[in-house]
């Protein structure tokens, strides 16, 4: 496929990235993805990732895009092919709070009862929602993306300028990268560190609303494997796991779940969150080539990735298509 063959580059390679790709290929256009790394190494491979709007504006458009995400995502639970699963589990908080607007939109969500919460917590909250595997899921959309078509192509861009004349349409879904290359000083990162570790047999989750704490508990169950959470560091830009914190993170999931503290660390997982005041989804024109941003998704790049995605393809099949 030729550059003058294409209907739609992507720039950017995560999951926001390979979904509006999917999306795009999907509706009958000719796609590349253009990406200075491959999709294993990109943020959203260091993703929690359970379902739910975090660290993202409080807006109309968010409770849209999160619900359209739920719906795609429950229907590719159904596939353990996708590494996508309905998991229940537990959300509490050591002091009396509100539980989540969006609570209405999950299985079985209800307030827990005392005896439902670990010790030292006055509030909570039990509910089914998804929760995806990432290194398997982004395998997945890669694969889903090859299958429509699509390609990816490892190359760096530094700036929209090298975007102009590939394609008709060009969709920037490039996270943190954008504060350079749109260029974009309201973005942020909030750094992330996970820990990976053997599971005991816990096979529900558990997640703390920590406010906006930098520290973070939460840990999610992936079969064999349990997630350890976390951080949320805010204009902290390491890239590299750093053992103190996550010597931290394993003490403070161990006081919810003890037999965490004997469990093999298998890995460590590091991302930059692409935050700012909110979302960027809008068009912008370079010398005639119409340009999608789709960026700035905060901690919720899985939680809104095919609402997103399909509001950029809408737009854009409605005028290549």
């Not at 619900?67 to 998991?87: F, I, N, P, S, Y």
């Not at 990976?196 to 529900?204: H, K, L, M, Q």
């Not at 558990?206 to 704490?213: A, H, K, N, V």
Request: charged share 25%.
């Amino acid at each position: 496929m030729t550059s003058t063959d294409l209907d739609a580059l992507v720039v950017g390679a995560g999951v926001s990235g390979l979904t509006t790709a999917i999306c795009l290929a999907e509706a009958g256009l000719r796609v590349r993805i253009w990406a200075a790394e491959s999709p294993e190494r990109t943020t959203s491979y260091a993703a929690g990732a359970l379902w739910g709007p975090y660290l993202v504006e409080s807006a109309g458009r968010i409770r849209v895009w999160s619900a359209q995400t739920l719906d795609v995502l429950r229907h590719l639970a159904t596939d353990t092919v996708t590494g996508v699963r309905l998991v229940s589990g537990v959300e509490a908080s050591r002091k009396p709070v509100e539980p989540p607007e969006w609570g209405n939109e999950l299985d079985g969500f209800r307030l827990c009862e005392p005896d439902g919460l670990p010790d030292g917590f006055a509030t909570g909250w039990r509910y089914t929602a998804p929760l995806v595997d990432m290194p398997v899921y982004l395998g997945y959309l890669r694969e889903r993306l090859r299958k429509a078509g699509g390609e990816i192509a490892i190359r760096r861009v530094d700036s929209l300028d090298e975007t102009v004349d590939v394609a008709p349409v060009v969709v920037n879904c490039t996270g943190m990268g954008a504060r350079d290359l749109v260029p974009d000083p309201d973005l942020a990162p909030v750094r992330g560190q996970l820990v990976v570790v053997e599971n005991p047999g816990i096979t529900e989750f558990f997640s703390e609303d920590t406010g906006l704490s930098p520290d973070l508990l939460h840990f999610y169950p992936q079969g064999e494997t349990l997630v350890l959470g976390g951080t949320a560091q805010p204009d902290a830009w390491n890239p590299q796991p750093d053992p103190d914190i996550a010597a931290a993170i394993v003490a403070r999931c161990a006081e919810i779940e003890p037999r965490l503290r004997r469990a093999r660390v298998i890995e460590h997982r590091v991302g930059l969150r692409p935050a700012r005041p909110y979302v960027r989804v809008e068009e912008r024109r370079i010398d005639g080539t119409k340009v999608m941003h789709n960026y700035g998704h905060g901690g919720a790049g899985v939680t809104l990735s095919w609402g997103c995605a399909l509001e950029v393809a809408s737009s854009l099949v409605r005028v290549s298509g």
